[in-house]
Nanobody
Framework: VQLQASGGGLVHPGGSLRLSCSVS????????MGWYRQAPGKEREFVGY???????NYGDSVKGRFIVSRDLSRNTLNLRMNDLKPEDTAVYLC?????????WGQGTLVTVSS
């Protein structure tokens, strides 16, 4: 299973950004997938996930601002981030679980700064 994250960049506070994670090597429709993030000097933090049947869950720090979704036609996991804050600055990593193992993408950097 391979995951490739993209879409990171520099955004002003209050702005929006969409991250994508393309998935290959597995049947996308049966995967539970999600996002974590890691800021410099901090532990990895749960952002959100979506199950194979479309149920979602979010970390408290992003709830109400971030949306996890899937594009089944493109085998892509998305993360829509709204009302971004400087504390959202981090490397964002997508993941999926399969066969008792967690697979990670390489991460994409999001910087929120004026």
């Amino acid at each position: 299973v391979q995951l490739q994250a993209s879409g990171g960049g520099l955004v002003h506070p209050g702005g929006s950004l969409r991250l994508s994670c393309s998935v290959s090597g597995a049947d996308f429709r049966v995967l539970d997938m999600g996002w974590y993030r890691q800021a410099p000097g901090k532990e990895r933090e749960f952002v959100g996930y979506i199950t194979r049947v479309g149920l979602t869950n979010y970390g408290d720090s992003v709830k109400g601002r971030f949306i996890v979704s899937r594009d089944l036609s493109r085998n892509t996991l998305n993360l829509r981030m709204n009302d971004l804050k400087p504390e959202d600055t981090a490397v964002y990593l997508c993941y999926t679980n399969r066969g008792g193992r967690r697979y990670w993408g390489q991460g994409t950097l999001v910087t929120v700064s004026s």
